[in-house]
C-alpha cells in the first residue's frame, strides 16, 4: 500500500538502520517490526510489557515515567515510532475530566516526552524520519469522540510544528486511521453485527487492517528521503473524506 501512494523506501545496502518503536507490543507496532526486520534494519522495542525480541534490542519502558533507560541508545536515531493510543468513547455527560487527562497523557504527553529525550538522536548523522499515530477522529466530528479527538489533534498539532522546527534535519508526520481490528478496538467489533455496521459505515466497505496501517507507516520512516514532512496520512477507507 505504501508503494501506490508514493512511499518508496530507500534500500541501503551499506549501512543499517536504527528504528526506535515505542510501544512495539500493539498489533501495528508488531506489524511494523516484522517489516523493519525483513529490511534486515535495526528494531529498538520499547513497550510496558515484556517482549520477546529476536532480532532487536528490547526495554520495558513507559513514556510517561522514568525514560533514563533511552541513554543506552545508539548514537544515531534513523526513524521514531510513537504507538502508544487509546480508545475512550463516553458522552460529555458521562465524561470527567480525568478522561480528558488520561487520553492527552497517553496520546500527546508521551510522545512529547519521548522526543525530548531522543532529540539529538535523531539529529544525528543524515536525521531522522518521526512518525505519529493520530485518528480519523482528530479531524472529523463524531460522537462521543470528544477526548480522544481532542488528544489526537494536539498530537497533530504538535507533530506540523516540530516538523517545522526540525527540519531540514528531521521529518515527522503522521498517520491518521479510523477504526482497526486491534485488541484496543475489542469492544467496537465484539460481534458480526457490529464488525457489519463498522463497516458499511466506510465507503470501501471495511474496517481496517493493521497490516495494510503498518505498510503506510513503515514507508513514513523513510519520508525524509521521500521529501515528505508536517503531513497527515489518512489512512481510514475514505471515512474522512467522501460520503
Not at 22 to 34: D, F, N, R, W, Y
Not at 117 to 136: M, Q, R, T, Y
Not at 156 to 176: D, Q, T
Request: hydrophobic content about 40%.
Amino acid at each position: 500500500i505504501y508503494y501506490c501512494i508514493g512511499f518508496i523506501r530507500k534500500i541501503s545496502t551499506n549501512m543499517q538502520k536504527n528504528i526506535l518503536v515505542i510501544g512495539g507490543g500493539s498489533s501495528i507496532g508488531k506489524e511494523v517490526i516484522s517489516l523493519i526486520q525483513k529490511a534486515g534494519d535495526n528494531p529498538i522495542i520499547t513497550s510496558r510489557s515484556e517482549m520477546a525480541i529476536q532480532n532487536g534490542d528490547f526495554f520495558r519502558l513507559d513514556p510517561n515515567e522514568d525514560l533514563s533507560q533511552l541513554d543506552a541508545l545508539p548514537e544515531s536515531i534513523d526513524g521514531l515510532l510513537y504507538c502508544p493510543g487509546s480508545i475512550s468513547l463516553k458522552s460529555l455527560q458521562r465524561m470527567d475530566i480525568s478522561d480528558i487527562q488520561e487520553d492527552m497523557r497517553i496520546n500527546f504527553e508521551g510522545a512529547f516526552n519521548v522526543v525530548k529525550k531522543v532529540l539529538p538522536n535523531l539529529k544525528k548523522d543524515d536525521g531522522a524520519s518521526v512518525v505519529f499515530i493520530s485518528s480519523v477522529a482528530a479531524t472529523s466530528g463524531m460522537t462521543f469522540h470528544t477526548s480522544i479527538s481532542a488528544s489526537k489533534s494536539a498530537l497533530e498539532g504538535f507533530a506540523r510544528s516540530l516538523a517545522a522546527e526540525l527540519a531540514p534535519r528531521v521529518a515527522v508526520n503522521c498517520v491518521a486511521p479510523s477504526l482497526t481490528d486491534t485488541p484496543l478496538a475489542a469492544n467496537l467489533l465484539s460481534d458480526e453485527k457490529r464488525i457489519k455496521a463498522s463497516e458499511e459505515r466506510h465507503p470501501l466497505n471495511a474496517i481496517g487492517n493493521p497490516k495494510a496501517l503498518a505498510g503506510v507507516i513503515y514507508g513514513l520512516l523513510s519520508a525524509k528521503e521521500n521529501w515528505i514532512t508536517g503531513q497527515t496520512i489518512s489512512v481510514d477507507g475514505g471515512l474522512s473524506t467522501l460520503r
